[in-house]
Protein backbone atom coordinates (compact mmCIF):
# COMPACT_ATOMS: atom_id res chain seq x y z
CA UNK A 1 0.00 0.00 0.00
CA UNK A 2 0.92 3.81 -0.43
CA UNK A 3 0.22 6.62 0.83
CA UNK A 4 -0.98 10.16 -0.74
CA UNK A 5 -1.06 13.16 1.09
CA UNK A 6 -2.49 15.97 -1.22
CA UNK A 7 -1.20 19.13 0.64
CA UNK A 8 -1.42 22.47 -1.78
CA UNK A 9 -0.43 25.60 -0.34
CA UNK A 10 -4.05 27.80 -1.22
CA UNK A 11 -6.97 27.26 0.56
CA UNK A 12 -9.63 29.13 0.99
CA UNK A 13 -11.48 28.95 4.49
CA UNK A 14 -8.08 28.73 6.62
CA UNK A 15 -5.14 30.27 4.83
CA UNK A 16 -2.58 28.09 4.94
CA UNK A 17 -4.28 25.23 6.66
CA UNK A 18 -2.61 22.39 5.47
CA UNK A 19 0.52 24.00 6.77
CA UNK A 20 -0.88 24.10 9.94
CA UNK A 21 -2.52 20.66 9.87
CA UNK A 22 0.48 18.67 8.07
CA UNK A 23 2.25 17.50 11.45
CA UNK A 24 -0.81 16.12 12.56
CA UNK A 25 -0.97 13.19 10.30
CA UNK A 26 2.51 12.96 9.66
CA UNK A 27 3.02 12.26 13.45
CA UNK A 28 0.62 9.60 13.29
CA UNK A 29 2.48 7.41 10.32
CA UNK A 30 5.38 5.28 12.04
CA UNK A 31 8.85 5.77 10.37
CA UNK A 32 9.22 2.21 8.95
CA UNK A 33 6.17 3.66 6.51
CA UNK A 34 7.80 6.65 5.30
CA UNK A 35 9.34 5.34 2.44
CA UNK A 36 5.51 4.70 1.38
CA UNK A 37 4.57 8.06 1.69
CA UNK A 38 4.43 10.38 -0.92
CA UNK A 39 3.24 14.02 -0.49
CA UNK A 40 2.08 16.07 -3.53
CA UNK A 41 2.60 19.61 -2.67
CA UNK A 42 3.27 23.32 -4.41
CA UNK A 43 3.88 24.57 -1.10
CA UNK A 44 7.86 25.22 0.17
CA UNK A 45 7.24 25.14 3.73
CA UNK A 46 5.13 21.51 3.25
CA UNK A 47 7.75 20.46 1.09
CA UNK A 48 10.47 21.19 4.11
CA UNK A 49 8.40 19.66 6.67
CA UNK A 50 7.93 16.25 4.52
CA UNK A 51 12.06 16.23 4.15
CA UNK A 52 11.90 15.97 8.20
CA UNK A 53 9.87 13.03 8.17
CA UNK A 54 11.69 11.18 4.82
CA UNK A 55 8.64 11.25 2.91
CA UNK A 56 8.72 10.93 -0.84
CA UNK A 57 7.99 14.54 -2.22
CA UNK A 58 6.64 15.64 -6.03
CA UNK A 59 6.32 19.36 -6.46
CA UNK A 60 2.84 19.65 -7.58
CA UNK A 61 2.42 21.01 -11.10
CA UNK A 62 1.03 24.92 -11.10
CA UNK A 63 -1.67 23.46 -13.30
CA UNK A 64 -2.81 21.10 -10.65
CA UNK A 65 -2.69 23.24 -7.57
CA UNK A 66 -5.85 25.30 -8.74
CA UNK A 67 -8.99 24.86 -6.22
CA UNK A 68 -10.91 23.79 -9.01
CA UNK A 69 -8.86 20.72 -9.78
CA UNK A 70 -9.97 17.45 -9.00
CA UNK A 71 -8.73 15.00 -6.05
CA UNK A 72 -8.68 12.38 -8.51
CA UNK A 73 -6.80 14.14 -11.13
CA UNK A 74 -3.83 15.01 -8.18
CA UNK A 75 -3.58 11.29 -7.34
CA UNK A 76 -3.77 9.96 -10.51
CA UNK A 77 -0.21 12.63 -11.11
CA UNK A 78 1.23 11.26 -8.55
CA UNK A 79 0.85 7.75 -9.67
CA UNK A 80 2.56 8.73 -12.86
CA UNK A 81 5.15 9.98 -11.72
CA UNK A 82 6.91 7.79 -8.87
CA UNK A 83 5.23 5.05 -11.12
CA UNK A 84 3.37 3.54 -8.46
CA UNK A 85 2.13 0.08 -9.24
CA UNK A 86 0.56 -0.76 -5.87
CA UNK A 87 -2.60 0.26 -4.32
CA UNK A 88 -3.66 3.45 -2.93
CA UNK A 89 -4.29 5.19 0.17
CA UNK A 90 -5.18 9.01 0.06
CA UNK A 91 -4.58 10.80 3.48
CA UNK A 92 -6.25 14.41 3.68
CA UNK A 93 -4.79 16.78 6.30
CA UNK A 94 -8.11 18.04 7.10
CA UNK A 95 -8.95 15.28 9.34
CA UNK A 96 -6.55 15.63 12.18
CA UNK A 97 -8.57 13.13 14.36
CA UNK A 98 -6.80 10.31 12.47
CA UNK A 99 -4.78 7.22 14.23
CA UNK A 100 -2.49 5.43 12.53
CA UNK A 101 -5.03 2.39 14.26
CA UNK A 102 -7.91 4.02 12.52
CA UNK A 103 -5.56 3.56 8.84
CA UNK A 104 -4.87 0.21 9.63
CA UNK A 105 -8.29 -0.94 10.53
CA UNK A 106 -9.44 0.64 7.58
CA UNK A 107 -6.56 -1.28 5.43
CA UNK A 108 -8.12 -4.80 6.39
CA UNK A 109 -11.91 -3.36 5.80
CA UNK A 110 -10.10 -2.87 1.89
CA UNK A 111 -8.84 -6.43 2.02
CA UNK A 112 -11.86 -7.75 3.59
CA UNK A 113 -13.97 -6.58 0.63
CA UNK A 114 -11.82 -7.93 -2.07
CA UNK A 115 -10.16 -4.60 -2.13
CA UNK A 116 -13.19 -2.62 -4.05
CA UNK A 117 -12.77 1.45 -4.19
CA UNK A 118 -13.70 2.28 -0.47
CA UNK A 119 -14.38 5.49 1.23
CA UNK A 120 -15.86 6.41 5.03
CA UNK A 121 -19.58 7.68 5.74
CA UNK A 122 -20.64 9.68 8.46
CA UNK A 123 -24.22 10.60 9.27
CA UNK A 124 -26.08 13.58 7.89
CA UNK A 125 -27.24 16.36 9.54
CA UNK A 126 -29.95 17.53 6.99
CA UNK A 127 -32.21 15.13 5.01
CA UNK A 128 -31.77 15.39 1.02
CA UNK A 129 -35.48 14.84 1.11
CA UNK A 130 -35.93 18.61 2.76
CA UNK A 131 -33.05 20.73 0.12
CA UNK A 132 -34.25 22.59 -2.10
CA UNK A 133 -32.57 24.45 -5.40
CA UNK A 134 -32.37 28.37 -4.47
CA UNK A 135 -34.17 29.85 -7.65
CA UNK A 136 -34.76 33.48 -8.02
CA UNK A 137 -37.54 35.45 -6.95
CA UNK A 138 -37.58 33.34 -3.67
CA UNK A 139 -38.87 30.29 -5.25
CA UNK A 140 -37.26 26.85 -4.81
CA UNK A 141 -36.94 23.66 -6.44
CA UNK A 142 -36.86 20.07 -4.94
CA UNK A 143 -33.27 18.49 -5.16
CA UNK A 144 -35.11 15.03 -4.87
CA UNK A 145 -38.96 15.21 -6.49
CA UNK A 146 -40.85 13.66 -3.79
CA UNK A 147 -44.35 13.51 -2.25
CA UNK A 148 -43.35 12.31 0.94
CA UNK A 149 -44.59 14.28 4.49
CA UNK A 150 -43.39 11.89 6.97
CA UNK A 151 -39.71 11.54 8.40
CA UNK A 152 -39.92 8.05 9.34
CA UNK A 153 -40.84 7.36 5.27
CA UNK A 154 -37.66 9.00 4.00
CA UNK A 155 -34.89 6.51 2.87
CA UNK A 156 -31.88 6.41 4.56
CA UNK A 157 -28.98 8.50 4.01
CA UNK A 158 -25.42 8.93 4.90
CA UNK A 159 -22.55 11.74 3.82
CA UNK A 160 -19.40 10.44 1.41
CA UNK A 161 -16.52 11.21 4.42
CA UNK A 162 -13.00 11.27 2.70
CA UNK A 163 -11.51 10.26 6.36
CA UNK A 164 -9.87 7.74 4.61
CA UNK A 165 -9.91 6.41 0.86
CA UNK A 166 -8.26 3.31 -0.96
CA UNK A 167 -8.87 1.53 -4.02
CA UNK A 168 -6.69 -0.25 -6.33
CA UNK A 169 -4.95 1.17 -9.48
CA UNK A 170 -7.36 0.07 -11.71
CA UNK A 171 -10.17 1.26 -10.22
CA UNK A 172 -8.84 4.52 -9.99
CA UNK A 173 -9.56 5.79 -13.70
CA UNK A 174 -13.06 4.59 -12.96
CA UNK A 175 -13.95 6.45 -10.12
CA UNK A 176 -15.75 10.12 -11.04
CA UNK A 177 -14.17 13.74 -9.42
CA UNK A 178 -15.46 12.90 -5.83
CA UNK A 179 -13.68 9.64 -5.81
CA UNK A 180 -17.00 7.43 -6.21
CA UNK A 181 -18.32 4.25 -8.41
CA UNK A 182 -21.14 2.41 -8.16
CA UNK A 183 -19.40 -0.52 -6.81
CA UNK A 184 -17.71 1.32 -3.66
CA UNK A 185 -17.64 0.18 -0.31
CA UNK A 186 -18.91 2.13 2.51
CA UNK A 187 -16.73 2.16 6.12
CA UNK A 188 -18.67 3.90 8.88
CA UNK A 189 -16.05 5.75 11.54
CA UNK A 190 -16.35 7.46 14.53
CA UNK A 191 -18.41 10.87 13.85
CA UNK A 192 -16.34 12.09 16.81
CA UNK A 193 -13.53 11.71 14.19
CA UNK A 194 -14.74 13.08 10.94
CA UNK A 195 -14.05 16.92 12.58
CA UNK A 196 -13.11 18.42 8.78
CA UNK A 197 -11.27 21.26 8.54
CA UNK A 198 -12.26 24.51 6.34
CA UNK A 199 -12.45 27.19 8.99
CA UNK A 200 -10.86 28.94 11.63
CA UNK A 201 -13.68 28.06 13.82
CA UNK A 202 -13.02 24.40 12.86
CA UNK A 203 -9.73 24.36 14.07
CA UNK A 204 -10.29 25.97 17.46
CA UNK A 205 -11.82 22.33 18.08
CA UNK A 206 -8.58 20.63 17.33
Not at 108 to 134: D, G, Q, W
Not at 138 to 154: A, F, S, W
Request: hydrophobic letters at 35%; charged letters at 30%; proline letters at 3%.
Amino acid sequence: MKYIIPARKGSKGLKHKNRYLFDYTAKTIPANFAKDVYVTSDDEYIIDRAKHYRFNILHRKTELSADNISIKHVLQDVVQEYNITEDITMLYLTYPKRTWQDIMDFYRVFMNNNRAPTVCKKSIINHPYLCFYEMCDNKGKQVIEHDLYRRQDYPSCFQICHFLFSCRLEDLDKLNLNLYHEDMFFHEIDELKCLDIDTQQDFQKV
